[in-house]
């Protein structure tokens, strides 16, 4: 039988993958906040920003679109629609430009085949599969142990959830390089000057964390399944 699942010493790394996320979110929000008060001396909103950026990448395809909330900025390569949210389409902020020149920068990823963006886009019905369907299968292990299969659904179930946690790893030299990208174009086609650029990269660096802080926290529930089932026998 299975013992000390709800009550073990391992949730301490479930707790600082919450704290770490928490912090991350905190911080860009913040930051984002803090640089909306520069507005551009370009008076350009993240729209028009956009719209300039990609066409200056030779991009004519992409469809700049509004959407509700509040940073849910992305560009999706399935139908090359770049979303822009209310703090970003028609603001004129430097936090605005910087986002919206980042999503860009997906954008261009996509447009010049850009191979880790492309084992990104590869790993997401893998990495939504794997977690959501990895719980369950170690539940299922679980209330099956010692009946000889139990281990087994519990070891698919960590490998299900390792795919989830490959995604995340292989996001952060995409995000990385997209916000690169974004502060180069910038630069080049002259939206920002040497300040702007600095508050921009501010935002930008605030921004990737929240990634970096996402594959912290998969890593660490990656590492608490390991040590709570990992090697078990079903006996």
Not at 33 to 53: D, V
Not at 136 to 165: D, K, R
Not at 168 to 178: D, G, S, Y
């Amino acid at each position: 039988m299975f013992y000390g699942f709800y009550f073990d010493p391992t949730y301490i790394l479930i707790l600082i993958g919450v704290v770490i996320c928490m912090m991350a979110s905190a911080h860009v929000n913040a930051t984002f906040r803090k640089y909306s008060k520069y507005h551009s001396q370009s008076g350009m909103t993240g729209a028009q920003a956009a719209k300039r950026i990609l066409e200056s990448e030779g991009i004519y395809d992409v469809e700049i679109q509004h959407i509700s909330g509040n940073l849910t900025d992305n560009y999706n390569p399935k139908n090359k629609v770049l979303s822009l949210s209310d703090a970003t389409y028609a603001s004129t902020s430097v936090a605005a430009i910087g986002v919206a020149a980042h999503e860009c920068g997906h954008a261009i990823q996509h447009h010049r085949g850009y191979t880790p963006i492309a084992v990104r886009n590869a790993l997401v019905p893998f990495a939504n599969w794997g977690s959501t369907l990895s719980w369950i299968l170690i539940i299922i292990g679980i209330l099956f142990y010692g009946q000889g299969t139990g281990q087994t659904m519990i070891n698919i179930g960590i490998f299900a959830f390792s795919l989830a946690v490959l995604f995340q790893l292989v996001t952060l030299p995409v995000e990385f390089n997209a916000s690169g990208r974004a502060v180069r174009i910038l630069e080049s086609t002259g939206i920002f000057g040497n300040q702007e650029l600095t508050y921009t990269k501010k935002v930008l660096k605030a921004a990737a964390l929240t990634y970096v802080a996402a594959a912290a926290s998969s890593i660490l529930q990656l590492l608490r399944l390991i040590l709570l089932f990992g090697g078990r026998r079903d006996d």
